[in-house]
C-alpha cells in the first residue's frame, strides 16, 4: 500500500514493495529528499541544510580533491548522487567517489545511475548529525551487500571520521584509506577539529602542508 504523502515517514525504514517506494519517493513533497531503498524497505530523508552538516561536508570533500590531486590520483566525485538497481535497491549518499581506472566509468549526460549497467563508486561517504545510528547500522550493510570498497561516516557532533574497508559482504575499521593510498583518517578528523575554530581556508593550508610530506 502506497504511503499516504506525509512528512512523518522521513529518518525511518519503512516495509514496502518497489513501486510503492517510487510512488512515495517521486511525490511532490519529497522533491528535496534523499531516498534509500534496501530490503523490501525504504527510507526517505529530508536534504539536509544545517551549518554543521553542510560544512563537514564540504571540507571533507574538499580535503578529498586536494589529496588526490596531489597525489595525482584520477577521481571523480559525486554530491548526493542517485544510484539504482531497478526492484532491488536505491542509495543516495551524501558523497560518492569513482577512483582509479574507475574514475570516468560513469559517462556525461547519465542521470540516476543504474548499478546494473555501471559499477559502484569506490567511495561512499554519510555526514551524520542526527542519522549516526542508522548509518552504522543498516546503511553499512546496504553498502556491504553492494560491494562499496571504502565506507566512511562523518560524525559531526563527536568529531571524528569513522572509516570501512568492505569486502566479501563484511567491513572493517581502517585508519587508512585503501582507495586513496597513503591518506590517514586522523588526519581528516583534525581537519574536522581545526574547522569548528577556523575559516576552511586555514584548514585548507593546513591540509595542503600535510598532503604534500
Given at each position: 500500500m502506497v504511503?499516504?504523502?506525509t512528512l512523518s515517514i522521513i529518518n525511518s525504514w519503512v516495509s514496502a514493495t518497489w513501486d510503492e517506494y517510487l510512488a512515495n519517493i517521486e511525490n511532490y513533497i519529497y522533491e528535496k529528499a534523499k531516498g534509500y531503498y534496501y530490503n523490501y524497505e525504504y527510507r526517505?530523508?529530508?536534504t539536509p541544510i544545517g551549518n554543521d552538516h553542510s560544512q563537514d561536508?564540504?571540507?571533507i570533500n574538499h580535503a578529498i580533491y586536494l589529496y588526490a590531486t596531489i597525489k595525482n590520483i584520477p577521481l571523480n566525485g559525486k554530491d548526493n548522487c542517485s544510484y539504482r538497481q531497478p526492484g532491488v535497491f536505491e542509495i543516495q549518499p551524501d558523497l560518492s567517489y569513482y577512483i582509479g581506472d574507475n574514475a570516468n566509468a560513469?559517462?556525461?549526460g547519465t542521470g540516476i545511475v543504474d548499478i546494473s549497467q555501471y559499477p559502484a563508486p569506490n567511495l561512499v561517504i554519510e555526514v551524520s548529525n542526527t542519522s549516526l545510528?542508522?548509518?552504522?547500522?543498516?546503511?553499512r550493510l546496504l553498502y556491504e551487500d553492494l560491494g562499496i570498497a571504502e565506507y566512511w561516516i562523518i560524525d559531526v557532533q563527536n568529531v571524528q571520521v569513522i572509516a570501512f574497508k568492505i569486502e566479501n559482504q563484511g567491513s572493517?575499521?581502517?585508519?587508512?584509506?585503501?582507495?586513496l593510498p597513503g591518506l590517514e583518517i586522523k588526519i581528516l578528523t583534525e581537519a574536522l577539529e581545526r574547522s569548528r575554530n577556523s575559516n576552511h581556508t586555514t584548514v585548507s593550508s593546513w591540509l595542503l602542508q600535510q598532503f604534500q610530506q
Open positions: 504511503t499516504t504523502p526517505i530523508e529530508m561536508h564540504a571540507i560513469i559517462p556525461w545510528s542508522d548509518d552504522l547500522g543498516k546503511k572493517k575499521r581502517i585508519q587508512e584509506s585503501q582507495v
